[in-house]
């Protein structure tokens, strides 16, 4: 129902109450979501050595402690898990905090879209290496 209130002679339709609190609290979630999300992104310059190689240490550490062996390749993919998992949580905060009207959320879709962007975004980096548009860092030299 829209509440109007009678001011003068003009009518001002305003928003229901009981839509509030939960717009407010899908903005504060979606705000939420948006913050982590950029931190976990590869997006985030600075974010690698204060969250992602953690988080990624830590899954392979997991994982060697099944099979010592897993380390090294459960970091990487830790690695690249952490960064998809922060574009996916953008994502979604995006849609919370930037849609204007509340829709219906379909979650295998938004999972499905966030992971193929992911996957188009990294490798669209590695192709960029590939063709050396962009120049990497040689930590392993020793030279």
Known sequence: MLNIEKVGAKQIPQAPIENLPKTFLQK??????????????PLCWWNDLVFNLPIAYFFGYICSLIVPKLFMPCAIIGYWLSNIIGIILMQAGAIDVFQKQPQERNLKKE???????????????????QFKILDTPNLFSNS
């Open 111 to 129: 999972l499905l879209t966030g992971l193929v962007s992911s996957t188009v975004y990294t490798l669209l980096i590695l192709l960029l290496i």
């Open 28 to 41: 504060l979630r979606g705000g939420l979501f948006l913050v982590i999300g950029y931190l976990l992104s």
